[in-house]
């Protein structure tokens, strides 16, 4: 069973910087993406990035490309957002997930969920 537990999330001022930690486990995940999704409150799920598991090409939303970048660690099974540069509207629920697609610019093409770890962004 796929697992994927998120960790690192807090509360910051605007400007700082704040790394997520995805952990996975319960397969082999080449030739899957991992994505990062957000969301709001009161908002839908907003995709964030998301990385190639195999190859590590990568990919983000044009409103953190520039302030966040994906990582992998393939020993360790875990992917990495950082953030820098954080702003109040990043504030949200990120979401860990992945999908067998090559891809997963849309939300709805993950399969498997983290639980979650919160971010808020002070003024």
């Known amino acids: 069973q796929v697992q994927l537990v998120e960790s690192g999330g807090g509360l910051v001022q605007a400007g700082a910087s704040l790394r997520l930690s995805c952990a996975a486990s319960?397969?082999?995940?080449?030739?899957?993406?991992m994505g990062w999704v957000r969301q709001a409150p009161g908002k839908d799920r907003e995709f964030v990035g998301a990385?190639?598991?195999?190859?590590?090409?990568?990919y983000y939303a044009d409103s953190v490309k520039g302030r966040f970048t994906i990582s992998r660690d393939i020993a360790k099974n875990t992917v990495y957002l950082q953030m820098n540069s954080l702003k109040p509207e990043d504030t949200a629920v990120y979401y860990c997930?992945?999908?067998?697609?090559?891809?997963?610019?849309?939300?709805?093409?993950?399969?498997?969920w983290g639980q979650g770890t919160q971010v808020t962004v002070s003024s």
């Open positions: 997930a992945t999908t067998p697609t090559y891809g997963g610019s849309r939300t709805d093409e993950y399969t498997f």
């Open positions: 319960g397969r082999t995940f080449s030739g899957y993406t």
């Open positions: 990385i190639n598991w195999a190859g590590g090409a990568t």
